[in-house]
T-cell receptor, first 116, second 113 residues
Framework: AQTVTQSQPEMSVQEAETVTLSCTYDTSESDYYLFWYKQPPSRQMILVIRQEAYKQQNATENRFSVNFQKAAKSFSLKISDSQLGDAAMYFCAYRSRQGGSEKLVFGKGTKLTVNP | DVKVTQSSRYLVKRTGEKVFLECVQDMDHENMFWYRQDPGLGLRLIYFSYDVKMKEKGDIPEGYSVSREKKERFSLILESASTNQTSMYLC????????????FGNGTRLTVT
């Protein structure tokens, strides 16, 4: 079974600076998808960014980008120019591309604090 | 805009009660999910459904059942609530395909006393 590990339970960053959240995963599959979700204190989880494993180019969404290292099974999230609204729990997730497997496997999360 | 609605934000129930958590989505999504979220444990999948009347067990189905009689509605049932089921419950839906993101509801904080 696939597992997702987020080794940093908590992180903090100064406003306007850059922070990187770590995520590693374990799988024997070669084709899959990876996601980062954000859960602000209001609780609704929203998608931040996603990556297809067969694409070598790292995904970017405005101030959010990933560093996808397939061989190392690593999928870190970089937040540039951090803003107070970035404070949240961040969850890394894995999803198999094999037919019939729609489940997402989540990591335990990293709580990000943004200091003014 | 995509909307997943969970019927209750907070719920307090007594041990042994039968509890229903309701979730409705307005996106015509085939897939619906129930996750449980606990501090330090992340999100754990209880059940998911990929079509009406179809369901599959997730990682922690014990003590729970589900019902999906209509495409837009997915109910989580605690047959006999216990204190160890005190938790945050998150419902989500998605279109078919592994690249489709999950859309989450606001969550239901259930306390069993």
């Amino acid at each position: 079974a696939q597992t997702v590990t987020q080794s940093q339970p908590e992180m903090s960053v100064q406003e306007a600076e850059t922070v990187t959240l770590s995520c590693t995963y374990d799988t024997s599959e070669s084709d899959y998808y990876l996601f980062w979700y954000k859960q602000p204190p209001s609780r609704q989880m929203i998608l931040v960014i996603r990556q297809e494993a067969y694409k070598q180019q790292n995904a970017t969404e405005n101030r959010f980008s990933v560093n996808f290292q397939k061989a190392a099974k690593s999928f870190s999230l970089k937040i540039s120019d951090s803003q107070l609204g970035d404070a949240a729990m961040y969850f890394c997730a894995y999803r198999s591309r094999q037919g019939g497997s729609e489940k997402l496997v989540f990591g335990k999360g990293t709580k990000l604090t943004v200091n003014p | 805009d995509v909307k997943v609605t969970q019927s209750s934000r907070y719920l307090v129930k007594r041990t042994g009660e039968k509890v229903f958590l309701e979730c409705v989505q307005d996106m015509d999504h085939e897939n619906m999910f129930w996750y449980r979220q606990d501090p330090g444990l992340g999100l754990r999948l209880i059940y998911f459904s990929y079509d009406v009347k179809m369901k599959e067990k997730g990682d922690i189905p014990e003590g729970y059942s589900v019902s999906r009689e209509k495409k837009e509605r997915f109910s989580l049932i605690l047959e006999s609530a216990s204190t160890n089921q005190t938790s945050m419950y998150l419902c989500a839906s998605s279109a078919p395909g592994a690249y489709s993101p999950l859309h989450f509801g606001n969550g239901t904080r259930l306390t069993v006393t």
